[in-house]
């Protein structure tokens, strides 16, 4: 079962921060939090990870809270082609699967 | 990022005939390969796991002799769904594991649309 809570859906206009929680109490010492987007009919695309650091790349932001058991991805400027539904997973490394939730369909709008 | 791509990106086949979808990472090598499957609106679920030269492992509910996974080689996984019926229409999607300096990421190939007539 996924060990994470996300909001159903949020809604941005074009060109502002999308800000996405991501809710996970029960996340172990040894579990990273990631991030996926799945735009329609593609398969999943990887954004970014992070274990207790805040993380950025040049597609997001992430900000875990210093008791890890809530996370905040950050896209800074939303554009249309953002618009997706956005998965908050945690996971140990070591190959281990991934455990998909119902995530989040962010709508950037014009 | 790697790349994963997947083969074909759709099919359309007639009830109780088998259909093969390959799996390849194109610019690195995956001991490690998962198998996922998505319907309409809904989340992926965990089909198995591949690992190379082994034997797949699947979760709980699917069946390995309808499912069949082959891990030949490290760059190389494939699903045949066996004797395939409308209710196995769905989106197939592999992904795979690499490991860079410090850390471990999957990587999804753009998933294969399967339709039984």
């Known amino acids: 079962d996924a060990k994470t809570t996300q909001p159903p859906s949020m809604d941005c206009a074009e060109g502002r921060a999308a800000n996405l929680p991501c809710n996970h109490s029960t996340i172990s010492g040894n579990e990273y939090v990631y991030w996926y987007r799945q735009i329609h009919s593609q398969g999943p695309q990887y954004i970014i990870h992070g274990l207790k650091n805040n993380e950025t790349n040049e597609m997001a932001s992430l900000i875990i809270t210093e008791d890890r058991k809530s996370s905040t991805l950050i896209l800074p400027h939303a554009t249309l082609r953002d618009t997706a539904v956005y998965y908050c997973?945690?996971?140990?490394?070591?190959?281990?699967?991934?455990?998909f939730g119902t995530g989040t369909r962010l709508l950037v709008s014009p | 990022g790697a790349v994963v791509s997947q083969h074909p990106s759709r099919v359309i086949c007639k009830s109780g005939t088998s259909v093969k979808i390959e799996c390849r990472s194109l610019d690195f090598q995956a001991t490690t390969m998962f198998w996922y499957r998505q319907f309409p609106k809904k989340s992926l679920m965990l089909m198995a796991t591949s690992n190379e030269g082994s034997k797949a492992t699947y979760e709980q509910g699917v069946e390995k002799d309808k499912f069949l996974i082959n891990h030949a080689s490290l760059t190389l996984s494939t699903l045949t769904v066996t004797s395939a019926h409308p209710e196995d229409s769905s989106f197939y999607i592999c992904s795979a594991s690499v490991s860079s300096l410090k850390k471990e990421t999957q990587y999804f190939g753009p998933g294969t649309r399967l339709l039984v007539l």
């Open positions: 997973i945690v996971r140990a490394t070591g190959f281990q699967k991934l455990v």
